[in-house]
């Protein structure tokens, strides 16, 4: 509690913008705009600035007392509290605030949206007059982001309240779940959001009755929610429309291990369990059709076992467009067959299935309409792509090919895949597939297509030797690329490259941009950028991203800059360096300029 009012807020600077010759309290623009606009604007800040605006214009001296909006903060109002005062002085200064402004505003005004983060001690019932007071005013809004010593019971004013239409509950966080009592009287008739964050909930009848007093609910967020001795989680209801369940926690013995979930009214649904060691069974409700108006199905740590209510699942889903799998198990299924006519975006991440022979299970795609198309796996599948005449962009990251497959074998799984994603605008592929991607296209007999319609490749790269042959002959199959993007990974173990110069018909025509990524410097690196520039007839851009905590930057932009281009317009160097959470540009440098003499 102490460390989270340790954080310094930030400090707000007001800046009024006046007309030529005009003064601050009659001529800024701000203070003439309609009062509903003021409103807005000033609905971003929080409370305790919009009354310290009320000394920078005479017409906002007092218009702290009508806005709808109020968000107080107990860790922005002061800059470094404990450093004055003990946490139980600051939490009573804080109270002091919130009450001078409710008491001070004008009761007749609806409060549009009420924020509050700060702590409730025990045998406190500061937190419920507070709430009592809004109930009064019509609240619309209501976001509680609350640390409290004791379990917290939603007050029978603020259940009833008709005007109450967003509820969000943040009681903790992933270490610590504030307990929170369900009413048991009837109420939220006109509540159509419920966000809950970091709530234990305790009673599972209690729950299911707060669930259905609730007809007009139509998104429910959740994370991080624990639902102590509950087995099963039953959502029901006629109205929910986007339904989301992120890491719910199962690590405990007596922790959620099953949900059935009958909302025949649901456009998307996300299920998000676990801390990746339990996966939560979902089941086939008994009274439900499926989900006539589902569009978008995100499953993670989900277990089905009856994978025929997955196939029900799908095929009762006609509008569904966008459908990710993330560490699923199919514990009795050896063929995962996705058709779906509405399917747009499909992502398959590391799926599980039954049985102890590794990469036995096979895979069928038959979606006319999918667009992009993604999958991570821990070994190489065997999928069969059909009629993905829509397709434009993939993605294939594999973890490894897997010691216990013949080459033949992979080389005919992968080309399998290959054959199926030849029709694509963006390919992205793992470094994993290198050395047996080379060989089939070396080989020809296993795949002989081209990529005709590929403008922009992705390559994950070694140092390794078949690194070289591969992208060239990826280049060779791919006549129209237009962007070339490599990301080079940091493994230590490297063979030297020598890249004979010959013409490739999209470094000739067609190749416009390249993306070196956590670009260091190596020499096979730079016998790259010396064969793309040497070769890239129509190449404007070269972009370098630098790997992190790489400082010998001057000597190799030097050398780049020296090496002889084909190309005739002027090729833009876009250097870049790669940061920890950002990206920040360190200089743009025009290769022509160092040709001419500029000094760089």
């Known amino acids: 509690m102490e460390n989270a009012l340790r954080r310094k807020p930030k400090i707000l600077k007001f800046v009024v913008w006046s007309d030529i010759g005009g003064d601050c309290e009659g001529g800024d623009r701000l203070s003439n705009l309609p009062e509903p606009i003021i409103h807005h604007i000033f609905s971003f800040l929080e409370t305790i600035d919009v009354v310290r605006a009320s000394a920078v214009s005479r017409r906002w001296r007092y218009f702290w007392l009508s806005i709808p909006y109020l968000n107080f903060n107990i860790h922005n109002i002061w800059s470094n509290p404990l450093e004055r005062w003990s946490l139980q002085t600051t939490n009573e200064k804080f109270k002091d605030f919130v009450n001078w402004v409710l008491l001070s505003q004008n009761g007749s005004t609806n409060i549009q949206r009420f ?29 509680l982001d609350i640390i409290s010593e004791e379990p917290i019971k939603l007050p029978r004013c603020l259940v009833t309240c008709e005007s109450l239409v967003s509820l969000k509950l943040n009681f ?32 599972y009848n209690l729950f299911r009755k707060f669930l259905s007093t609730c007809p007009l609910l139509e998104n429910w967020y959740m994370k991080e929610c624990f639902f102590r001795d509950f087995k099963i989680l039953d959502i029901s209801t006629t109205s929910l429309k986007y339904l989301t369940i992120d890491e719910f926690l199962l690590s405990e013995p007596k922790g ?10 649901l456009e998307a649904l996300k299920l998000h369990f676990g801390w990746g060691i339990d996966k939560c069974v979902l089941k086939p409700p008994p009274t439900s059709v499926g989900f006539s108006r ?104 594999l973890e490894d090919i897997g010691e216990h ?70 280049l060779n199959r791919s006549p129209n690329l237009e962007a070339l993007t490599i990301y080079f990974d940091a493994d230590e173990y490297f063979d030297e490259w020598k890249i004979s110069n010959k013409a490739i018909w999209c470094l000739t025509c067609h190749l416009k941009t390249v993306d070196l990524v956590e670009f260091k410097g190596h020499e096979n690196e730079l016998e790259l950028v010396r064969f793309l520039l040497k070769n890239g007839h129509v190449l404007q851009k070269l972009r370098i991203s630098w790997l992190e905590g790489f400082y010998n ?27 920890t959470e ?8 025009n290769i022509d300029d160092v040709y001419n003499g500029t000094k760089v």
């Open 115 to 143: 924020l509050l983060s700060c702590f409730n001690c025990v045998d406190d019932y500061t937190l419920y007059r507070w709430l009592s007071a809004v109930a009064q005013r019509n609240v619309q809004v209501l976001d």
């Open 172 to 203: 903790g966080n992933r270490e610590h779940q504030g307990v929170l009592n369900l009413p048991t009287c009837a109420g939220f008739n006109r509540l159509k959001s419920l966000d809950l964050q970091h709530v234990e909930v305790l009673d």
């Open 256 to 265: 959620l291990r099953s949900c059935e979930v009958i909302c025949e009214s």
């Open 294 to 397: 589902l569009k978008s199905l995100d499953l993670k740590h989900v277990e089905f076992l009856d994978h025929s209510f997955f196939l029900k699942l799908i095929s009762s889903s006609p509008f569904l467009e966008n459908l990710i799998m993330d560490s699923c198990l199919f514990p009795d299924l050896r063929i995962l067959d996705i058709s779906s006519a509405s399917l747009k975006s499909l992502t398959l991440d590391r799926i599980e299935f039954g049985g102890d022979e590794l990469g036995s299970y096979k895979l069928k795609i038959a979606c006319p309409n999918l667009v992009s198309f993604n999958i991570f796996a821990l070994l190489l599948p065997d999928i069969t792509l059909e009629g993905l005449n829509s397709l434009q962009n993939a993605f294939v990251f």
């Open 405 to 474: 497959m013949e080459d033949i074998e992979i080389c005919h799984r992968l080309s399998k895949i290959l054959n199926g994603l030849c029709g694509v605008k963006v390919l992205k592929l793992s470094c994993t597939l290198y050395e047996i991607l080379n060989s089939s296209l070396e080989e020809g007999s296993y795949f002989s297509a081209s990529f005709n319609n590929l403008k922009s490749l992705i390559l994950c790269v070694t140092m390794a030797e078949w690194t070289v042959p591969l992208i060239i002959r990826l």
């Open 553 to 579: 930057r001057r000597e190799i932009i030097s050398r780049i800059m020296k090496f002889p281009r084909s190309s005739s317009t002027n090729i833009l160097l876009d250097l870049w360096k790669v940061e």
């Open 582 to 589: 950002s990206v920040t540009r360190t200089a743009i440098v």
